[in-house]
């Protein structure tokens, strides 16, 4: 009788942290497969995960692709993404990051976006970001294509986070 619950209890989270393994197989690269595989066997044991796509090849199509199994996932509160990262991913573009970002949870504590390429537009979407995070930590944003008004807008917008440390 006790049992029930917890099983119950864990099938309401594989539930939640299904669309995002599924999205992670459907764009079929090693990395997502490799980390669609590590994310199910952690998720199914915690309620917290950090989401590292470096260097995965992945497209605009991709990161809406992640983004719409993210909004997906934390519609509810049940699961932290503690850590995310998709730096080296010179092909998601703006309105890609723009998307993930958008999609990402209020209370994610570390934000990589390092060697993708962007440019004013997406830096944009990181203000608005991290403007409304509560709890991150880390914004690693180096190597990208900012210009100095972006980069001090950045900067300047996690002055509600003065724990927060910002790589540009």
């Known amino acids: 009788l006790l049992a029930a619950p917890s099983r119950v209890l864990a099938s309401n989270k594989q539930r939640l942290?299904?669309?995002?393994?599924?999205?992670?197989?459907?764009?079929?690269?090693?990395?997502?497969?490799?980390?669609?595989?590590?994310?199910?066997?952690?998720?199914?044991?915690?309620?917290?995960?950090?989401?590292?796509?470096?260097?995965?090849?992945?497209?605009?199509?991709?990161?809406?692709?992640?983004?719409?199994?993210?909004?997906?996932?934390?519609?509810?509160?049940?699961?932290?993404?503690?850590?995310?990262?998709?730096?080296?991913?010179?092909?998601i573009g703006d309105l890609g990051v723009g998307e993930v970002l958008n999609a990402l949870p209020d209370n994610t504590t570390e934000l990589g976006l390092v060697g993708c390429e962007l440019d004013d537009s997406a830096s944009t979407h990181i203000v608005e970001f991290i403007q409304r995070s509560k709890t991150l930590r880390m914004v690693c944003v180096e190597d990208n294509k900012f210009s100095t008004d972006a980069k001090i807008s950045i900067r300047s917008s996690t002055k509600h986070l003065p724990e927060c440390v910002t790589i540009l």
Not at 25 to 53: E, F, K
Not at 60 to 88: C, E, G, P, V
């Open 17 to 91: 942290h299904k669309p995002l393994i599924n999205a992670l197989m459907q764009i079929n690269r090693p990395v997502t497969r490799l980390l669609a595989n590590r994310l199910d066997d952690s998720l199914s044991a915690a309620n917290s995960y950090n989401l590292h796509l470096l260097s995965a090849s992945l497209t605009k199509n991709d990161a809406q692709l992640i983004a719409k199994a993210l909004r997906r996932m934390h519609k509810s509160q049940h699961l932290r993404l503690m850590s995310f990262s998709m730096s080296y991913n010179p092909d």
